[in-house]
Protein backbone atom coordinates (compact mmCIF):
# COMPACT_ATOMS: atom_id res chain seq x y z
CA UNK A 1 0.00 0.00 0.00
CA UNK A 2 1.32 3.59 -0.89
CA UNK A 3 1.72 6.54 1.45
CA UNK A 4 2.66 9.98 0.86
CA UNK A 5 3.88 9.84 5.02
CA UNK A 6 7.68 9.96 5.83
CA UNK A 7 6.84 10.76 9.52
CA UNK A 8 7.94 8.04 11.72
CA UNK A 9 4.04 7.19 13.32
CA UNK A 10 4.36 7.47 17.18
CA UNK A 11 4.37 4.31 18.76
CA UNK A 12 2.05 3.11 21.75
CA UNK A 13 4.96 3.10 24.55
CA UNK A 14 5.05 6.90 23.99
CA UNK A 15 1.75 8.07 23.56
CA UNK A 16 1.37 6.23 26.93
CA UNK A 17 3.99 8.68 28.34
CA UNK A 18 2.85 11.44 26.39
CA UNK A 19 -0.82 11.73 27.26
CA UNK A 20 -0.38 10.48 30.46
CA UNK A 21 -3.06 12.23 32.25
CA UNK A 22 -1.53 14.45 34.57
CA UNK A 23 1.25 15.37 31.34
CA UNK A 24 -1.42 15.85 29.14
CA UNK A 25 -3.13 17.89 31.34
CA UNK A 26 0.02 20.31 31.24
CA UNK A 27 -0.46 20.57 27.79
CA UNK A 28 -4.15 22.09 27.56
CA UNK A 29 -4.03 25.66 28.16
CA UNK A 30 -7.51 28.19 29.25
CA UNK A 31 -9.55 29.34 25.85
CA UNK A 32 -7.33 26.76 23.69
CA UNK A 33 -9.41 23.79 22.87
CA UNK A 34 -7.17 23.14 20.25
CA UNK A 35 -4.49 21.41 22.56
CA UNK A 36 -7.02 18.54 23.70
CA UNK A 37 -8.71 18.34 19.91
CA UNK A 38 -6.01 18.34 17.45
CA UNK A 39 -3.81 15.54 18.46
CA UNK A 40 -7.07 13.14 18.63
CA UNK A 41 -8.21 14.94 15.49
CA UNK A 42 -5.25 13.70 13.58
CA UNK A 43 -4.23 10.47 15.24
CA UNK A 44 -8.16 9.45 14.58
CA UNK A 45 -8.67 10.63 11.30
CA UNK A 46 -5.66 11.19 9.58
CA UNK A 47 -6.10 14.67 8.97
CA UNK A 48 -3.63 17.17 8.34
CA UNK A 49 -2.46 20.25 10.78
CA UNK A 50 -3.40 22.52 8.15
CA UNK A 51 -6.68 20.52 7.32
CA UNK A 52 -7.62 20.59 11.25
CA UNK A 53 -7.18 24.56 11.98
CA UNK A 54 -9.44 25.37 8.96
CA UNK A 55 -12.41 23.61 9.75
CA UNK A 56 -15.85 25.16 10.88
CA UNK A 57 -18.76 24.04 12.69
CA UNK A 58 -19.99 23.41 9.13
CA UNK A 59 -17.68 21.14 8.52
CA UNK A 60 -18.80 18.71 11.18
CA UNK A 61 -22.22 17.26 10.00
CA UNK A 62 -24.64 13.90 9.64
CA UNK A 63 -24.62 12.58 6.31
CA UNK A 64 -26.53 9.10 5.42
CA UNK A 65 -26.88 8.33 8.79
CA UNK A 66 -22.86 8.47 9.64
CA UNK A 67 -21.15 11.83 11.56
CA UNK A 68 -18.77 13.10 9.45
CA UNK A 69 -15.85 15.82 9.13
CA UNK A 70 -15.67 17.40 6.11
CA UNK A 71 -12.19 18.50 5.03
CA UNK A 72 -11.78 21.14 2.23
CA UNK A 73 -8.42 21.76 0.73
CA UNK A 74 -6.92 25.44 1.67
CA UNK A 75 -3.65 27.05 0.97
CA UNK A 76 -1.52 28.99 -2.23
CA UNK A 77 -3.25 29.16 -5.32
CA UNK A 78 0.14 28.79 -6.67
CA UNK A 79 0.74 25.00 -5.18
CA UNK A 80 0.74 21.94 -7.07
CA UNK A 81 -2.89 20.60 -6.40
CA UNK A 82 -2.73 18.68 -3.11
CA UNK A 83 -5.40 15.99 -1.74
CA UNK A 84 -9.13 16.48 -2.28
CA UNK A 85 -12.04 17.61 -0.91
CA UNK A 86 -13.89 14.39 1.17
CA UNK A 87 -15.65 13.31 4.40
CA UNK A 88 -13.92 11.38 7.28
CA UNK A 89 -16.54 9.43 8.92
CA UNK A 90 -15.75 10.57 13.00
CA UNK A 91 -14.05 7.80 14.82
CA UNK A 92 -16.13 6.18 17.81
CA UNK A 93 -12.87 7.52 20.06
CA UNK A 94 -14.08 11.26 19.40
CA UNK A 95 -17.25 10.73 19.86
CA UNK A 96 -16.88 8.87 23.48
CA UNK A 97 -14.52 11.84 24.56
CA UNK A 98 -17.09 14.40 23.54
CA UNK A 99 -16.49 15.86 20.18
CA UNK A 100 -20.01 16.37 19.10
CA UNK A 101 -20.99 18.17 22.09
CA UNK A 102 -18.04 20.11 21.70
CA UNK A 103 -18.80 21.14 18.28
CA UNK A 104 -22.36 21.72 19.28
CA UNK A 105 -21.62 23.98 21.83
CA UNK A 106 -18.80 25.83 19.63
CA UNK A 107 -21.53 26.19 17.15
CA UNK A 108 -24.17 27.54 19.61
CA UNK A 109 -21.50 30.16 20.88
CA UNK A 110 -19.05 31.28 17.95
CA UNK A 111 -20.88 29.82 15.10
CA UNK A 112 -19.43 32.04 12.26
CA UNK A 113 -15.81 31.34 13.53
CA UNK A 114 -13.22 28.25 12.83
CA UNK A 115 -13.54 25.30 14.97
CA UNK A 116 -10.24 26.14 16.91
CA UNK A 117 -9.75 29.87 16.11
CA UNK A 118 -7.65 30.66 18.92
CA UNK A 119 -4.56 30.40 16.41
CA UNK A 120 -4.34 32.17 13.32
CA UNK A 121 -4.96 30.82 10.38
CA UNK A 122 -2.41 32.27 7.86
CA UNK A 123 -2.94 30.81 4.40
CA UNK A 124 -1.56 27.29 3.99
CA UNK A 125 0.44 27.45 7.23
CA UNK A 126 -2.75 27.55 9.22
CA UNK A 127 -1.32 24.82 11.81
CA UNK A 128 1.95 25.93 12.12
CA UNK A 129 2.18 27.90 15.59
CA UNK A 130 0.14 25.08 17.24
CA UNK A 131 3.02 22.67 15.65
CA UNK A 132 5.68 25.04 17.46
CA UNK A 133 3.65 24.31 21.10
CA UNK A 134 3.09 20.73 20.54
CA UNK A 135 7.00 20.15 19.89
CA UNK A 136 7.62 22.29 22.76
CA UNK A 137 5.81 20.14 24.88
CA UNK A 138 7.14 17.28 23.36
CA UNK A 139 10.36 18.03 24.25
CA UNK A 140 9.68 19.19 27.59
CA UNK A 141 8.18 15.96 28.39
CA UNK A 142 11.15 14.05 27.15
CA UNK A 143 13.68 16.00 29.23
CA UNK A 144 11.61 15.15 32.43
CA UNK A 145 11.33 11.08 31.55
CA UNK A 146 14.43 8.64 33.47
CA UNK A 147 17.12 8.09 30.78
CA UNK A 148 15.93 5.03 30.19
CA UNK A 149 12.23 6.21 28.73
CA UNK A 150 13.86 8.81 26.63
CA UNK A 151 14.51 6.29 24.06
CA UNK A 152 11.02 5.46 23.61
CA UNK A 153 11.17 9.21 21.84
CA UNK A 154 12.82 9.09 18.29
CA UNK A 155 14.57 12.64 17.52
CA UNK A 156 12.03 13.38 14.87
CA UNK A 157 8.65 12.49 16.29
CA UNK A 158 7.04 15.38 15.83
CA UNK A 159 2.65 16.75 15.36
CA UNK A 160 2.57 15.14 12.23
CA UNK A 161 4.05 11.84 13.70
CA UNK A 162 0.07 11.62 14.75
CA UNK A 163 -1.66 11.68 11.61
CA UNK A 164 1.32 8.59 10.65
CA UNK A 165 -0.24 6.89 13.35
CA UNK A 166 -3.22 6.99 11.34
CA UNK A 167 -1.98 5.39 8.57
CA UNK A 168 0.38 2.89 10.04
CA UNK A 169 -2.88 1.54 11.59
CA UNK A 170 -4.41 2.04 9.23
CA UNK A 171 -2.00 -0.27 7.00
CA UNK A 172 -2.25 -2.92 9.60
CA UNK A 173 -5.83 -3.11 10.54
CA UNK A 174 -6.23 -4.49 6.56
CA UNK A 175 -7.95 -1.11 5.26
CA UNK A 176 -8.33 -1.59 1.43
CA UNK A 177 -6.34 0.31 -0.97
CA UNK A 178 -9.19 2.46 -1.84
CA UNK A 179 -10.43 3.33 0.72
CA UNK A 180 -6.66 4.56 2.05
CA UNK A 181 -6.63 6.62 -0.37
CA UNK A 182 -9.88 8.32 0.06
CA UNK A 183 -9.45 8.74 3.69
CA UNK A 184 -5.84 11.02 2.37
CA UNK A 185 -7.56 12.87 0.12
CA UNK A 186 -6.06 11.15 -3.18
CA UNK A 187 -8.31 8.93 -4.85
CA UNK A 188 -11.01 9.29 -7.59
CA UNK A 189 -13.86 7.17 -5.06
CA UNK A 190 -14.94 10.82 -3.95
CA UNK A 191 -16.45 12.40 -7.03
CA UNK A 192 -19.40 14.78 -7.41
CA UNK A 193 -21.40 12.62 -9.81
CA UNK A 194 -21.65 9.90 -7.37
CA UNK A 195 -25.38 9.01 -6.95
CA UNK A 196 -26.97 9.45 -3.48
CA UNK A 197 -27.12 5.15 -2.96
CA UNK A 198 -23.86 4.84 -4.10
CA UNK A 199 -22.10 7.71 -2.19
CA UNK A 200 -24.21 6.29 0.59
CA UNK A 201 -22.06 2.69 0.38
CA UNK A 202 -18.75 4.81 0.05
CA UNK A 203 -19.21 6.17 3.36
CA UNK A 204 -20.81 3.41 5.16
CA UNK A 205 -17.53 1.29 4.06
CA UNK A 206 -15.29 3.36 4.67
CA UNK A 207 -16.89 4.09 8.24
CA UNK A 208 -16.83 0.30 8.88
CA UNK A 209 -12.99 0.06 7.87
CA UNK A 210 -12.24 2.75 10.34
CA UNK A 211 -13.80 1.21 13.15
CA UNK A 212 -11.85 -1.32 12.44
CA UNK A 213 -8.30 0.17 13.16
CA UNK A 214 -7.63 -0.21 16.81
CA UNK A 215 -6.44 3.42 17.88
CA UNK A 216 -8.02 3.28 21.19
CA UNK A 217 -4.82 0.54 22.32
CA UNK A 218 -2.47 3.44 21.33
CA UNK A 219 -4.31 5.98 24.00
CA UNK A 220 -5.42 3.68 26.86
CA UNK A 221 -6.37 6.26 29.30
CA UNK A 222 -7.45 9.29 27.70
CA UNK A 223 -10.40 11.29 29.54
CA UNK A 224 -12.86 13.80 28.37
CA UNK A 225 -11.52 17.26 28.50
CA UNK A 226 -13.83 18.19 31.21
CA UNK A 227 -12.37 15.01 33.56
CA UNK A 228 -9.12 16.04 32.36
CA UNK A 229 -8.86 19.46 33.60
CA UNK A 230 -11.19 19.11 36.65
Known amino acids: MVTTQATPPFTREALE ?3 EKANFKSFQKAGYLSHYWAPLL ?5 TRRN ?3 YLTT ?16 HGSKNQTPGPMARDIPIHPILKQLGFLEFVQARRRTHPSERLFSEYRAIQEHAGMVFSRAFVHWLKTTVEQ ?17 LRALFLAE ?16 FSDGFQADFDEKQAQGDLEHTAFEMQRMDIASYFPALYPYDALVA
Open 51 to 53: EIF
Open 17 to 19: LLF
Open 42 to 46: SACSG
Open 58 to 73: DDVSCKHGIEVIRIAP
Open 145 to 161: LPDEKKGLFAEDFHFPS
Open 170 to 185: AIRSGMSEATFRKVQG
